[in-house]
Each structure stands twice: as C-alpha cells, then as structure tokens.
C-alpha cells in the first residue's frame, strides 16, 4: 500500500504561519467546539476521521497506547484518546500517558461520562525511555503545548515548572499486563525520538503501527532505520507502518 499524503490542510497550515499564530487563529472554533455536546462533536469528528490515518487502522478489540492527552483537546472535539477509546469498542483498551494530573481526570471524567470508562487505562506519568522523574513545564492556558524541560527551545514565560514522574512504554505495559498493541501514538512535544528508545520491546514483538507527531526531525528517515515506512500524513504528523503490517 503506497503512502497516503492528502491528509487535509491544517497540518501545514499550522508550520506555515507558525505554532503561536495557527493557535490564535483556530481559537474561536475551539471556544465554540468547548460549548458543543460532547456525543454531537466526536460523533461527526469521528466520521471525519474514520477513514484517515492513523485512525482507519483501528479495529474491534485493538490495544492502542497514547502519549499526550490534553485537556485543552479533549474540551474543543480533537483528542486522538478519545477518538481511540470509540474505535475500540468495549473489547478494546487504550493505554494513555498523561503526566499532568488535571488532564489525566479531565479525560477519566469524558469517559465515565460517555460509556467508554471501561475502556481506558491512565497512567500519569510520562512517556521516556527510562523509569525516573523530570521536570516539566505546563501551561495553565494551552496544555497541548506541556513538554518536558529541555525538549524544545522555547519561551518558557507561560509556564509552570514541576516534577513528573517518568517510565517507558515498555515498562509500564509489563508492568500493566497489556499484550503488544497495534499503535503507538505519540504527541510529546520535542521528546518523540527519546520515548521510542524505551519502547523497543513492543517494536521487536511486532507492533504494527507508529504515529508521530512533527516536531522537526527527519522522521521518515530516522523510521526506515528501525523497519517501518511511511504510511501516511496525518493530522499530528506522520503515520509509520512496519514493513508487512496489515
């Protein structure tokens, strides 16, 4: 299957006029997307997205890791945790790292509100190759935007500095139990490439797909190096399929 790359607009959209500038532009449609019914915007959100990746790689019964979920997101109809945890269906798990506790309860909240608690399995902490603890920089105003210090070179004015417990993919799946999922999506603002050093475990037991959000590395590179190929773009970044994953 050859690579898709007509995944929408926003995506480029956002690196063209710049992080700060595509945020104050998209911020009346998430004030109204905040004030929308949850079950009216994630239900025509996700027939947006259905047949796009990495979503329409998503079956009945998958286990599906997250790494990010932001309040901000859940709120305005875009967290991919929530789109996941749907997709799913009841026999399906999601795994999602969030290591701010605000988030962490404000996507438990979603789910116990919307059927899908069963589904959900919440690990605060944060996603890095090692056990530990980091410090981070949260924005009361913009949680998408939390990274680990150090991750990004960036004004770091609106933020709050505090100390996150760390563990990687592959511990903490052991740890929990969970079998090899089918995908592993990572939105961790700078600390992509250091999470997947810690999850070597579940790329050598066959974990079929990879999806990374942009944060200006030669992904597609880096990915052929550890046996998978672009898949597609998608509306983070980049969707990678290991070679001879259906």
């Given at each position: 299957?050859?690579?898709?790359?007509?995944?929408?607009?926003?995506?480029?959209?956002?690196?063209?006029?710049?992080?700060?500038?595509?945020?104050?532009?998209?911020?009346?449609?998430?004030?109204?997307?905040?004030?929308?019914?949850?079950?009216?915007?994630?239900?025509?959100?996700?027939?947006?997205?259905?047949?796009?990746?990495?979503?329409?790689?998503i079956r009945h019964g998958d286990v599906v890791v997250q790494?990010?979920?932001?309040?901000?997101?859940?709120?305005?109809?875009?967290?991919?945790?929530?789109?996941?945890?749907?997709?799913?269906?009841?026999?399906?798990?999601?795994?999602?790292?969030?290591?701010?506790?605000?988030?962490?309860?404000?996507?438990?909240d979603f789910a116990a509100g919307n059927g899908l608690a069963?589904?959900?399995?919440?690990?605060?902490?944060?996603?890095?190759?090692?056990?530990?603890?980091?410090?981070?920089?949260?924005?009361?105003?913009?949680?998408?935007?939390?990274?680990?210090?150090?991750?990004?070179?960036?004004?770091?004015?609106?933020?709050?500095?505090?100390?996150?417990?760390?563990?990687?993919?592959?511990?903490?799946?052991?740890?929990?139990?969970?079998?090899?999922?089918?995908?592993?999506?990572?939105?961790?603002?700078?600390?992509?490439?250091?999470?997947?050093?810690?999850?070597?475990?579940?790329?050598?037991?066959?974990?079929?797909?990879?999806?990374?959000?942009?944060?200006?590395?030669?992904?597609?590179?880096?990915?052929?190096?550890?046996?998978?190929?672009?898949?597609?773009?998608?509306?983070?970044?980049?969707?990678?399929?290991?070679?001879?994953?259906?």
């Amino acid at each position: 299957m050859p690579a898709r790359r007509d995944q929408g607009i926003l995506l480029p959209l956002k690196f063209l006029i710049g992080h700060r500038a595509y945020r104050a532009a998209s911020r009346p449609a998430a004030f109204v997307l905040s004030h929308t019914p949850d079950r009216v915007k994630y239900g025509i959100g996700e027939k947006m997205r259905r047949s796009k990746m990495p979503y329409s790689i998503i079956r009945h019964g998958d286990v599906v890791v997250q790494v990010g979920a932001p309040r901000d997101l859940v709120q305005a109809g875009r967290s991919r945790s929530v789109y996941f945890l749907r997709l799913v269906g009841p026999a399906g798990r999601v795994v999602v790292f969030e290591p701010d506790l605000k988030s962490a309860a404000c996507l438990e909240d979603f789910a116990a509100g919307n059927g899908l608690a069963d589904r959900l399995v919440m690990v605060r902490k944060g996603a890095w190759s090692t056990d530990g603890t980091l410090a981070f920089l949260s924005n009361p105003n913009h949680p998408a935007s939390n990274l680990v210090k150090g991750a990004l070179d960036i004004d770091t004015s609106r933020y709050v500095e505090t100390s996150i417990s760390v563990t990687s993919i592959d511990a903490e799946l052991k740890r929990l139990g969970i079998p090899t999922p089918r995908l592993v999506s990572i939105t961790a603002n700078g600390s992509e490439t250091v999470i997947l050093s810690g999850m070597k475990g579940v790329i050598q037991e066959g974990l079929a797909y990879i999806a990374l959000a942009v944060t200006g590395a030669d992904y597609p590179t880096m990915m052929k190096q550890i046996g998978y190929e672009l898949a597609a773009n998608d509306d983070r970044g980049f969707t990678f399929r290991k070679a001879g994953a259906t």
